[in-house]
């Protein structure tokens, strides 16, 4: 496979830029609009929502590009050792950590309220990554069919056609302030970048002039959505202006496309391909995982840090006591199966 070093730090930067952005996010919630905890929380989080559509681009990536082994039915249970025993695991236990936040809240909790999380594909609010793409496998086959049958620049035109469409509805959507929807289609609009991650990383290399332009439209999509969060706060209010942070929104879709174009022509001689490869074994582990340590730092450090630091630090602990939980579940023949 084409450079599969590039893939592991691609996880590994990502997974980092999830921690980053729930991090975030908080400050951006929870200060008043245009204070330095405002602003410091909106820089932080807006130079980090590439994250999660990289993720689904490096999926596309790999699975895309591998040659058929067997039959669809062992494609499939494949699969579904990888993402449905983490996905029933983990809901489970975050429906239980739920209602026990709650509990220690004086708030009530019911069994219905756990059902309609569950219906609603969001029993926690970093689960909905698995319920996304658990579909999109689930076509993955039928899309390297046609992946195989048709020539590149068609499947550009249709990674283009599909992200103008999902782009279009996202919009619509902010603006009619319509749910998520059913979560079984969810897939339909991350599937134009499931497409481009495969394109992408099998382009020849890039000459130093295109990696100069995806640089500087990295740079401007993120000036960008800091800038139109907080023009369109300050009008609308912060619920409007949080479009921008839309993994389809219009900034976030060339900040995606940038990143991981740049990150899969990335020189890494520096690290050792074992070592990547095992730490980027964990990235779903810490995904999993870091939302439990999120809390306790967010109440740990709260206040005790200069707000230019304060998001770093609370990241990088939040990071590493996800991955030392991720590798210690790991090393654990059975429980290694739920991360």
Not at 26 to 41: A, I, R
Not at 151 to 169: C, G
């Amino acid at each position: 496979m084409k450079n599969q070093k590039n893939i592991d730090l691609i996880r590994i930067i990502s997974i980092f830029a999830v921690v980053i952005l729930h991090v975030a996010a908080f400050d951006v919630t929870q200060s008043d609009l245009g204070t330095t905890e405002w602003w410091t929380g909106n820089i932080y989080d807006a130079a980090s929502r590439w994250c999660v559509p990289v993720f689904v681009m490096v999926s596309g990536a790999l699975l895309l590009q591998q040659e058929d082994k067997g039959t669809l039915s062992a494609f499939y249970q494949r699969r579904l050792k990888r993402i449905a025993i983490p996905l029933l695991v983990w809901t489970i236990a975050f429906l239980v950590y739920g209602d026990l936040k709650l509990t220690l809240g004086d708030k009530a909790f019911s069994f219905n309220e756990n059902l309609k999380l569950i219906a609603s594909g969001i029993p926690y609010f970093h689960l909905w990554f698995l319920y996304m793409i658990a579909p999109l496998y689930l076509f993955t086959p039928f899309i390297k069919r046609l992946i195989s049958a048709c020539p590149r620049n068609e499947l550009w035109l249709l990674a283009a056609i599909t992200f103008l469409i999902a782009a279009l509805s996202e919009i619509i959507d902010n603006y009619q302030g319509n749910g998520p929807g059913f979560f079984g289609a969810w897939f339909l609009m991350y599937l134009p970048y499931f497409l481009s991650g495969y394109l992408i990383y099998t382009e020849s290399s890039f000459h130093s002039q295109e990696k100069l332009l995806w640089a500087t439209i990295l740079g401007m999509s993120v000036t960008a959505t800091v800038a139109a969060v907080y023009i369109v706060a300050v009008r609308h209010g912060l619920d409007t202006g949080l479009y921008f942070y839309s993994y389809l929104s219009i900034t976030v879709i060339p900040m995606s496309f940038s990143i991981f174009a740049l990150l899969a022509r990335a020189k890494n001689d520096f690290v050792h391909e074992k070592e990547l490869r095992n730490f980027s074994n964990l990235t779903l582990g810490i995904y999993l995982i870091h939302p439990v340590f999120l809390d306790l730092f967010q109440s740990l450090l709260k206040g005790l840090l200069p707000p230019a630091f304060n998001i770093p630090v609370k990241a990088i602990l939040v990071f590493l006591a996800s991955a030392l939980v991720a590798l210690a579940l790991s090393r654990i023949p059975y429980l290694r199966r739920i991360i």
